[in-house]
């Protein structure tokens, strides 16, 4: 049976383990996690290793703050801000396993769903209390994502005069009713640090008024963060998670519900601090399975038309996507909509929307039916390969090809030349031509796959082009 490496990563705590299919936990291993992205990605790097079997297939990783899960990127954190690293793809360097992240409340509220407290629940809102507070969404039993980065409760407001958050604003709840703001509420009452909350649960009972103070000055703002989700989301369940859930179920019991018209069901999680391994092993495990399912359908392919400007690439994958009947996808498509209607756009503004070119080419493909096959005609080596890399990854293109377009500098020289009056304004002009004959020197193709070579400045073979295409896709490339 085909098993996971599970990681939450946390602002106290790094949590690793084995996973089963059926959520078991085999092995688990843990460290202090930093605030340091390369140390936290090391640590994890080492409990990887210490996990790793011939049996693992995947690694899931449940991650604080706002990540987009289907482009597998961190956008912003906050006690732990992993945004400034490419996290799923350095691991996947660092293991050769398939990696997927996701906001570390979402793998959480995956495992209650498979095996803990919302197994029977369909509409479901989870609130982690931990050294912050994170939040997740479920309709139909389906994690609810918005464009990218939905159910960030913690940051539901409840003191627009409140502390300021990580996040930029004021009084949200986390500010409030996390872990962290539990420290403070003891701090300010003038006790000690060693103070738990066990002990203001037993001081609560022993008649303690100060200790029943802190723990409605923690619970009060939460019991309105929870209304709040009540009314807008309307769910059968809301969870509280973390390591903190149980002791925060518990002191809501004095904080009722501030409006009948916004109650449902509150319950304490059941998986406690293990729900974010278990949630990230087995949502590996099932990308795994999609994937597989995908691969055993048809993958989306792409013909990278490779070459740089005046390379004739332009007449090649015109000639490719005519013969054999497939999309075509260029940079200048893209791009020269924008060039007619902008003024005023210089070189150094032209460069950044063929950036934003390049990347709506790998989302139009990304959505794309399986088993589409587009031609991409680019010079891929204006920017780093691995920006390509990515592109295809999440794009879930899966097999490519590449037909390599040059001709001397001399000739490109000429040829751009003569187009200057055809270009749209912000496309450079003759000063560029010098570059370009320096660039046809050390230009090179990518060699990520099969690779056909045209020199442009010979009639073009298209008989030859089209056979090699369907040879190397019968051969599976």
């Not at 464009?147 to 502390?163: K, M, N, P, S, Y």
């Not at 066990?198 to 103070?213: E, H, M, V």
């Not at 999309?327 to 032209?350: A, C, I, Q, S």
Request: proline share 5%; net charge neutral.
């Amino acid at each position: 049976m085909p098993l996971s490496i599970g990681i939450d990563i946390g602002g106290t705590n790094l949590r690793a383990a084995r996973i089963s299919g059926a959520g078991e936990i085999l092995k688990r291993v843990s460290e202090k996690s930093a605030s340091d992205p390369e140390l936290v990605l090391g640590r994890v790097a080492d409990m990887v290793r210490l996990l790793d079997t011939p049996d693992v297939k995947a690694i899931g990783v449940g991650v604080p703050g706002r990540v987009d899960a289907r482009r597998g990127a961190v956008l912003s954190g906050g006690y732990v801000d992993l945004a400034s690293i490419a996290l799923a793809r350095r691991l996947e360097d660092m293991t050769g396993k398939p990696v997927i992240i996701d906001n570390d409340c979402n793998m959480a509220l995956a495992a209650e769903m498979a095996l803990g407290a919302g197994r029977a629940d369909s509409d479901i809102a989870m609130f982690t209390i931990g050294t912050g507070i994170g939040g997740a969404i479920a309709q139909d039993r389906r994690i609810m994502r918005g464009r990218a980065t939905a159910g960030q409760l913690g940051h539901i407001t409840v003191d627009v005069d409140g502390e300021l958050c990580a996040c930029g604003r004021r009084g949200c709840v986390e500010t409030i009713s996390s872990g962290t703001a539990l420290g403070r509420h003891i701090a300010r009452a003038g006790l000690g640090p060693d103070v738990s909350v066990d002990q203001l649960f037993a001081r609560d009972a022993a008649g303690d008024i100060q200790a029943r103070a802190i723990l409605d000055a923690w619970a009060v703002p939460l019991r309105a963060a929870i209304d709040t989700a009540v009314a807008v989301l309307d769910p059968n369940l809301i969870l509280l998670g973390g390591g903190l859930g149980r002791a925060a179920h518990a002191a809501l019991g004095r904080a009722p519900a501030l409006a009948p018209w916004y109650q449902c069901r509150v319950e304490p999680a059941q998986l406690g601090d293990d729900a974010g391994v278990i949630g990230a092993g087995l949502q590996a495990l099932e990308q795994g399975r999609l994937r597989s399912i995908s691969r055993s359908a048809q993958p989306r392919r792409a013909v990278l038309v490779n070459g740089i400007p005046a390379s004739g690439k332009s007449t090649v994958s015109h000639g490719i996507a005519d013969r054999m009947g497939w999309p075509l996808l260029t940079l200048d498509t893209v791009k020269n909509p924008f060039l007619e209607v902008l003024d005023g756009v210089d070189r150094e503004f032209n460069r950044t929307l063929g950036r934003a070119s390049y990347k709506a080419i790998w989302s139009l493909v990304g959505e794309a039916p399986a088993g589409s096959t587009f031609v991409v005609d680019a010079w891929f080596g204006f920017q780093p390969r691995e920006v390509l890399e990515d592109h295809l990854r999440n794009a879930g293109v899966e097999q490519t090809v590449e037909i390599w377009c040059h001709a001397p500098g001399e000739v490109l020289a000429e040829r751009y030349g003569a187009r200057l009056g055809q270009r749209l304004p912000g496309h450079p002009g003759a000063a560029y031509i010098p570059e370009l004959m320096e660039l046809a020197k050390r230009a090179e193709p990518l060699r990520r796959g099969p690779l056909f070579d045209v020199d442009t400045t010979q009639p073009i073979d298209f008989d030859a082009i089209t056979a090699w295409l369907r040879a190397t896709w019968a051969a599976g490339a």
